[in-house]
């Protein structure tokens, strides 16, 4: 079992075999990059469907060749333990951008910027 974190998701396309397939990207844990193809009509587009987002961690990924993640894995969310956002950067790939755990407090207002309440 891999881990691994999806970078790009592709718009569907039309399957030789009929239908129409997804085609996502990871990197996995040592820094490899793999990819698989959902199947829409398959049975196990049921086991991604929740977890299509770019930047989603996931476990429970075998490999099914070198390169190639076997759709009829069962994947996992993994939630981060840091707070933060993923950002695509300009040469398309993407990276984890961490929140400030310090939240500053909302200044007081000044009563010279209060507007009375008109009647």
Known sequence: MFKGTITKIHLPKYSRNGGNFIRLEFKLEGGEWAKTDLVMAYRNFSRWKNLLEVGADLD???????????????PRLITPKVRGDWKQMPDGSMEFITYQDEIKPLEEL??????????
Do not use: F, H, M, R
């Not at 990924?61 to 993640?69: N, T, Y």
């Not at 000044?110 to 009647?119: C, E, M, V």
């Open 60 to 74: 429970g990924l075998e490999l099914k060749s070198k390169g190639e993640v076997n759709a009829d894995s069962y």
């Open 110 to 119: 000044k009563p010279q910027l209060t507007q009375p309440k008109l009647i």
